[in-house]
């Protein structure tokens, strides 16, 4: 019973005098009543901790669609995700018809040490079998405090019988940087999976090693946001001293401003920003400064559109609440929320969806409020998310049912472990570099009609309308998966961007053909 006015005690941290006090306190009595009720007189006895969660996050769903109760499990996962690393042996896996497969392993760390190679598959743990493990369960027996051992048995193609390792855990990095490479004469990309407390170090880091090039393709598509502090430095990046870069307003919190601190580091470099509809929060933060100052051009397809500042309170079981307390701004004032009801987070959900169709964008455009950018006065919009300068649509001439079929059941992964396995050895001979890959080697015919293969013994009946049409999309897909098992991560976008992204090219040609004058060229 305590627990519970604890929990509730929290969560009325909001001042009461705007509110009907005397109200508050009838429906707190009344929820700690049911309470008692339910612990004393219920038939069976009951385990209160799911209920009382479940009345938590009830009472959230009411709200916005982005406050949120976390229990005291994910939160551990959540805060290894901020801090940027976690104590364990450093490999990315995946579980495929229940084996546990190393799909790389983490440069310099414990498992690489000691001999731990991609496409192993790791059969035990310490003294279980990890065969049939789940993916939520390998973490748990691989990570562990700093110093300690574990020990594995791994499967290796081509080697009779187990290897057996023992490996000493070690601090592990989340990297937030997926790539960085060099995409044309003196420009740079950089692509960035979240904002966590080491993004910016890491993206600082990289853009020294490129050589601070004078054009920067930045992507920020798939990221969903993060920590406000490292999205601010971000854009303080490429912006001047005093440039506003944020502000928030709430009814309970103070309004605030958010100003880069000092010179960026590149305030004269051409810059192009990559969005997509899975671009959130942080992400949007930048993207909306860089737009708002004409600092560079915005490309790709409308962001998500949460524009909500969550508070996170921690519980005193390791649990956590995050209320809404305010709503981000542009500098140009501009909302990044988009609309929403309350109590509604279905409808808030498949809205996303539909906004992405001609014509509910078009219909959206249309009663978009106007605002105009702070140095050049040009028109954008609000209404929620941030609108691209140059709109790129997604690609799909060269997706089929039958290849998305192929890509659901499983079978391009479990393809590519198994290719891999028989090919790692004499693809690493004849390619020892990246640049020597990338430039010599395409998936041959044989390959493809090996996937195709293993489709129909999975069930999936050959197509040869959907092959012909997916063809050259699985050649590159598998070429970049094979890169980056190979090379790390980020060979992968060093593959699958000129191939496969007309957002990526289209920000190249207009890194390319940048006037004289450092104002981007936009037409054709």
Same mark, same amino acid.
């Given at each position: 019973?305590?627990?519970?006015?604890?929990?509730?005690?929290?969560?009325?941290?909001?001042?009461?005098?705007?509110?009907?006090?005397?109200?508050?306190?009838?429906?707190?009595? @009344?929820?700690?009543?049911?309470?008692?009720? $339910?612990?004393?007189?219920?038939?069976?006895? +009951?385990?209160?901790?799911?209920? +009382?969660?479940?009345?938590?996050?009830?009472?959230?769903?009411?709200?916005?669609? *982005?406050?949120?109760?976390?229990?005291?499990?994910?939160?551990?996962? +959540?805060?290894?995700?901020?801090?940027?690393?976690?104590?364990?042996?450093? +490999?990315?896996?995946?579980? &495929?018809?229940?084996?546990?497969?190393?799909?790389?392993?983490?440069?310099?760390?414990?498992?690489?040490?000691?001999?731990?190679?991609?496409?192993? #598959?790791?059969?035990?743990?310490?003294?279980?079998?990890?065969?049939?493990?789940?993916?939520?369960?390998?973490? @748990?027996?691989?990570?562990?405090?700093?110093?300690?051992?574990?020990?594995?048995?791994?499967? /290796? *193609?081509?080697?009779?019988?187990?290897? *057996? =390792?023992?490996?000493?855990?070690?601090?592990?990095?989340?990297?937030?940087?997926?790539?960085?490479? &060099?995409?044309?004469?003196?420009?740079?990309?950089?692509?960035?999976? #979240?904002?966590?407390?080491?993004?910016?170090?890491?993206?600082?880091?990289?853009? #020294?090693?490129?050589?601070? !090039?004078?054009?920067?393709? $930045?992507?920020?598509?798939?990221?969903?946001?993060?920590?406000?502090?490292?999205?601010?430095?971000?854009?303080?990046?490429?912006?001047?001293?005093?440039?506003?870069?944020?502000?928030?307003?709430?009814?309970?919190? !103070?309004?605030?401003?958010?100003?880069?601190?000092?010179?960026?580091?590149?305030?004269?470099?051409?810059?192009?920003?990559?969005?997509?509809?899975?671009?959130?929060?942080?992400?949007?933060?930048?993207?909306?400064?860089?737009?708002?100052?004409?600092?560079?051009?915005?490309?790709?397809? !409308?962001?998500? %559109?949460?524009? $909500?500042?969550?508070?996170?309170?921690?519980?005193?079981?390791?649990?956590?609440?995050?209320?809404?307390?305010?709503?981000? *701004?542009?500098?140009?004032?501009?909302?990044?929320?988009?609309?929403?009801?309350?109590?509604?987070?279905?409808?808030?959900?498949?809205?996303?969806?539909? /906004?992405?169709?001609?014509?509910?964008?078009?219909?959206?455009?249309?009663?978009?409020?106007?605002?105009?950018?702070?140095?050049?006065?040009?028109?954008?919009? %609000?209404?929620?998310?941030?609108?691209?300068?140059?709109?790129?649509?997604?690609?799909?001439?060269?997706?089929?049912?039958?290849?998305?079929?192929?890509?659901?059941?499983?079978?391009?992964?479990?393809?590519?472990?198994?290719? &891999?396995?028989?090919?790692?050895?004499?693809?690493? #001979?004849?390619?020892?570099? =990246?640049?020597?890959?990338?430039?010599?080697?395409?998936?041959?015919?044989?390959?493809?009609?090996?996937?195709?293969?293993?489709?129909?013994?999975?069930?999936?009946?050959?197509?040869?309308?959907?092959?012909?049409?997916?063809?050259?999309?699985?050649?590159?897909?598998?070429?970049?998966?094979?890169?980056?098992?190979?090379?790390?991560?980020?060979?992968?976008?060093?593959?699958?961007?000129?191939?496969?992204?007309?957002?990526?090219?289209?920000?190249?040609?207009?890194?390319?053909?940048?006037?004289?004058?450092?104002? !981007?060229?936009?037409?054709?």
């Amino acid at each position: 019973m305590r627990r519970l006015l604890v929990i509730l005690a929290t969560l009325c941290v909001l001042p009461l005098a705007a509110q009907n006090a005397e109200d508050n306190a009838q429906q707190f009595q @009344k929820l700690a009543q049911v309470f008692r009720y $339910l612990s004393g007189l219920y038939v069976d006895d +009951v385990d209160m901790k799911p209920v +009382v969660e479940g009345a938590i996050t009830g009472m959230l769903e009411e709200l916005d669609p *982005h406050s949120a109760y976390i229990g005291a499990e994910e939160m551990k996962g +959540v805060q290894e995700s901020f801090d940027g690393e976690f104590s364990g042996i450093g +490999v990315e896996f995946n579980v &495929l018809r229940d084996s546990v497969i190393v799909v790389n392993t983490i440069a310099g760390g414990p498992a690489e040490r000691v001999g731990v190679r991609a496409n192993d #598959r790791i059969v035990r743990i310490d003294t279980l079998e990890a065969v049939g493990m789940g993916r939520a369960d390998v973490p @748990k027996y691989l990570r562990g405090k700093r110093g300690t051992k574990v020990e594995i048995d791994v499967v /290796r *193609h081509g080697t009779p019988g187990r290897l *057996h =390792f023992v490996i000493v855990r070690d601090k592990i990095p989340l990297n937030t940087v997926d790539a960085a490479y &060099l995409a044309g004469d003196g420009i740079g990309y950089i692509k960035v999976n #979240r904002f966590g407390r080491t993004t910016m170090t890491e993206f600082a880091d990289a853009y #020294r090693k490129l050589g601070k !090039p004078q054009s920067l393709i $930045l992507d920020l598509r798939g990221n969903g946001g993060g920590l406000l502090e490292q999205a601010v430095e971000m854009a303080g990046f490429f912006l001047p001293r005093g440039a506003a870069i944020v502000s928030t307003e709430g009814r309970a919190v !103070p309004a605030m401003t958010f100003r880069a601190q000092s010179d960026g580091t590149d305030l004269k470099g051409r810059l192009a920003v990559l969005i997509d509809e899975a671009s959130a929060s942080a992400s949007e933060i930048v993207a909306g400064a860089v737009q708002d100052w004409d600092r560079g051009v915005v490309v790709g397809r !409308p962001s998500f %559109g949460k524009g $909500l500042v969550q508070r996170q309170i921690g519980l005193p079981d390791g649990s956590a609440v995050r209320v809404t307390v305010a709503r981000y *701004h542009t500098p140009s004032g501009r909302v990044i929320q988009r609309p929403y009801e309350k109590g509604k987070r279905r409808e808030y959900y498949l809205d996303h969806l539909r /906004r992405y169709d001609d014509a509910t964008r078009d219909s959206l455009d249309a009663g978009a409020p106007a605002y105009r950018t702070l140095r050049t006065g040009r028109t954008v919009y %609000g209404g929620g998310g941030i609108r691209p300068d140059v709109l790129v649509e997604a690609d799909t001439t060269g997706f089929s049912d039958y290849y998305a079929e192929l890509i659901r059941r499983g079978i391009v992964a479990d393809f590519v472990g198994d290719w &891999l396995d028989r090919s790692r050895d004499s693809l690493s #001979r004849r390619y020892p570099t =990246f640049e020597a890959f990338d430039a010599g080697y395409t998936p041959s015919d044989a390959v493809l009609d090996d996937l195709a293969r293993l489709g129909s013994e999975r069930g999936v009946e050959f197509d040869a309308a959907g092959f012909a049409v997916s063809e050259s999309v699985m050649r590159a897909q598998l070429k970049a998966l094979a890169a980056q098992r190979l090379f790390g991560t980020g060979a992968y976008f060093q593959v699958v961007n000129p191939a496969l992204s007309p957002s990526y090219a289209r920000a190249l040609a207009i890194l390319e053909a940048w006037d004289e004058q450092g104002a !981007p060229v936009l037409e054709p």
